[in-house]
């Protein structure tokens, strides 16, 4: 199959496809999705093809308005309702008590509930009105993979294996939705994102759970992709902490440095203010957490492109606010690991 990449004037062909059961890759201002008909089963089990993506990981559901939402999920709480109005469209997903059998099974994973997202990106909404229906939309890169912030990362990753990705540019955000599950009694956030714990809380009045807090190192964490590796680059990544002296990780590289080059991402601030060794190049992850998000799976992506680093030294920030999603996904890429266990 040819991977057509489209533009807004490409609009109703990309549309056409959706409708036809074919795959669409789509911007938002996290990621790029990977979109099909949220009612057509045989569309989304395309989904999960192309992605290899395990099938009992369920997708999130992006509408273009909230009577879609309505259509499906039970009546929604005042909690959900202020949500909604605050932050969509935007980087909040939402997880809802289904009404029975209306959505199937390839797109719950079994599940009673399912996860919406109204996306903040012009283009994907006017996608899924010209389509008219809902689209799932996991995020367009292969399994495992870092997200995709650019229409070559998604072709990179699924050329061949969708009919076409919609160009808008690279994405605003770099890191995926926010993941509240509002199924319960109590506001869960099983993925931290750009709307904070603190931001929900101050809309709804009330506390909300974080996952983070409790979930015990051999339960199930409740988002099914939570459990699976993520983000891993072919290259160790170490976190160098915000406490950690970046002189003492360019002192480690000249020391250690023997076949292979040795990577750095970091703030400018710090890469100007090291005296790194002769042949290191250290990448600018900007001036904030900010510019890290926004930046970070694209280097994590270049450094793929370039296999002779087998080891890279990575910006750490405090876990608050955006930073709480940013090292969020550094820890999965690092698989944990910083400097100062070296
Ligand atoms: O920013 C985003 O959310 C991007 C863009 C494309 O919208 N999408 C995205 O989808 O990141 P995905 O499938 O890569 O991640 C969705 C996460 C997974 O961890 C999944 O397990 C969880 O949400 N999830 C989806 N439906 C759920 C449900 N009903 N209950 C619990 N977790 C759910
Ligand atoms: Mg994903």
């Known amino acids: 199959m040819e991977t057509k990449i489209l533009t807004r004037e490409e609009l109703t062909q990309a549309a056409d496809y959706i409708r036809d059961g074919e795959l669409v ?7 790029y999705g990977l979109g099909a008909d949220a ?5 989304v089990k395309k989904v999960y093809q192309a992605k290899g993506r395990p099938s009992d990981n369920p997708l999130i559901v992006h509408v273009a308005d909230v009577a879609t939402v309505e259509k499906y999920a ?3 709480s005042a909690d959900a309702k202020k949500l909604i109005d605050k932050f969509w469209p935007g980087s909040l997903t939402m ?9 199937s099974k390839s797109v719950t994973g079994g599940l009673s509930t399912a996860a919406f997202r109204f996306p903040n990106n012009q283009l994907t909404l006017d996608l899924i009105k010209e389509a008219g229906v809902p689209m799932v939309g996991p995020s367009a890169n292969t399994s495992g993979k870092p997200s995709p912030t650019t229409a070559m990362h998604v072709y990179h990753d699924l050329k061949g294996k969708i009919a076409a990705i919609l160009d808008d540019g690279p ?10 599950d509002m199924s319960g009694d109590v506001p869960a956030i099983l993925r931290p994102g750009a709307v904070t714990k603190a931001d929900i809380e101050e809309v709804i009045g009330r506390e909300v759970n974080d996952e983070r807090h409790h979930v015990g190192t051999n339960e199930v964490p409740k988002a099914p992709g939570m459990k699976y590796k993520h983000y891993a680059p072919n290259a160790q990544v170490y ?3 915000p406490n950690d002296n970046w002189q003492d990780v360019a002192n480690w590289i000249a020391k250690n440095e023997r076949n292979h080059p040795i990577g750095v991402m970091a703030y400018k601030k710090i890469i100007k203010k090291i005296d790194w060794p002769e042949n ?3 990448i600018s992850l900007g001036e904030n957490v900010k510019d890290a998000s926004h930046l970070l799976f694209k280097e994590l992506r270049d450094f793929d492109d370039q296999p002779q680093y087998k080891i890279i030294f990575a910006q750490g920030v405090k876990s608050e606010g955006l930073g709480e999603a940013y090292m ?12 100062n266990q070296l």
């Open 25 to 31: 890759s789509f911007p938002t201002e996290t990621v």
């Open 280 to 282: 290191v190049e250290p």
């Open 95 to 103: 997880i809802f008590n289904l009404k029975p059998d209306v959505l």
């Open 239 to 241: 976190i160098v902490d």
């Open 328 to 339: 969020n996904r550094l820890n999965k890429s690092a698989g944990q690991m910083h400097f």
């Open 171 to 180: 994405t605003e955000v770099g890191v995926e939705s926010t993941v509240l």
């Open 39 to 43: 009612t057509n089963e045989t569309a």
């Open 74 to 76: 039970q009546p929604l």
